[in-house]
């Protein structure tokens, strides 16, 4: 049977890849790494509302989002290992009248956050856990009259991500390391259990709230058994 063409350079990449796992398992069969290493870090960036945006009214970034947690590793080979990260994650998202600037609402959403991920050389793919802490929006009139308002705490759902990483050391020792951290999340939950309105919005509440974030940092991890094969 002919393989086409397409088929065979499929074929071919597959081989090339193999080959090329093979031949990194044995290098890193070889290679000296660190088991267990932990510290701190934290990120900021940005967030923005994922969900229809109703008639009459737009949105854009929401800023500052930002997390600050403690996190560990586990490593059980040179290139893979799992992770964990538990902190304190803020987010939210921005409303305003169309063809405007006012008047406008920012809500923010805070959670207790818990990152489990698995990590290939220097690359995190895993989830995020928000449990909800505390909420509030900032309503601004238009004119210099603003209000502030917090929500109840039940009126936010608990946080769902699909969230992908990566740590790039700047600065590395047997015993320590600085990494900057870039962190991309794709929210798969709903920020409210309830439907709400939007500044200059003419159609029926918003019932889908995912916010997406990205966010960059850094953290220093230490690893106090230094580097084992």
């Known amino acids: 049977m002919r393989l086409s063409k397409f088929s065979f350079v499929l074929?071919?990449?597959?081989?090339?890849?193999?080959?090329?796992?093979?031949?990194?398992?044995q290098e890193?069969?070889?290679?000296?790494?660190?088991?267990i290493e932990f510290g701190a870090g934290g990120t900021l960036g940005a967030s923005i509302f994922n969900g229809t945006v109703p008639d009459g009214s737009k949105t854009d970034i929401h800023f500052p989002a930002y997390l600050i947690q403690a996190m560990g590793i586990y490593s059980f080979h040179p290139y893979w290992g799992l992770a964990l990260g538990i902190g304190y994650e803020s987010r939210g998202m921005?409303?305003?009248?169309?063809?405007?600037?006012?008047?406008?609402?920012?809500y923010t959403l805070n959670y207790i956050s818990i990152q489990p991920s698995i990590k290939f050389k220097q690359f995190?793919?895993?989830v995020t856990i928000g449990l909800p802490s505390?909420?509030?929006?900032?309503?601004?009139?238009?004119?210099g009259v603003t209000s502030e308002r917090s929500l109840r705490k039940y009126s936010i759902?608990?946080?769902?991500?699909?969230?992908?990483?990566a740590m790039l050391p700047i600065f590395e020792n047997e015993t320590g390391a600085l990494f900057?951290?870039?962190n991309a999340s794709w929210n798969v939950s709903d920020a409210f259990n309830f439907g709400f309105l939007t500044p200059g919005q003419t159609t029926t509440p918003i019932t889908k709230s995912p916010i997406h974030t990205i966010q960059i940092?850094?953290?220093?991890?230490?690893?106090?058994?230094?580097?084992?094969?």
């Not at 890193?28 to 088991?35: E, I, L, Q, R, V």
């Not at 759902?157 to 990483?165: A, H, K, M, Q, S």
């Open 124 to 126: 995190l793919l895993g």
């Open 11 to 25: 074929l071919l990449v597959a081989l090339g890849f193999i080959f090329a796992q093979r031949s990194s398992a």
């Open 157 to 165: 759902n608990t946080l769902v991500d699909i969230r992908i990483g």
């Open 134 to 143: 505390s909420a509030s929006f900032k309503y601004n009139q238009g004119n």
């Open 217 to 229: 940092g850094f953290s220093y991890l230490l690893a106090p058994l230094g580097k084992t094969h």
């Open 94 to 106: 921005y409303f305003k009248q169309q063809n405007v600037t006012e008047p406008n609402i920012d």
């Open 180 to 182: 900057l951290l870039i």
């Open 28 to 35: 890193a069969d070889t290679m000296a790494y660190k088991h």
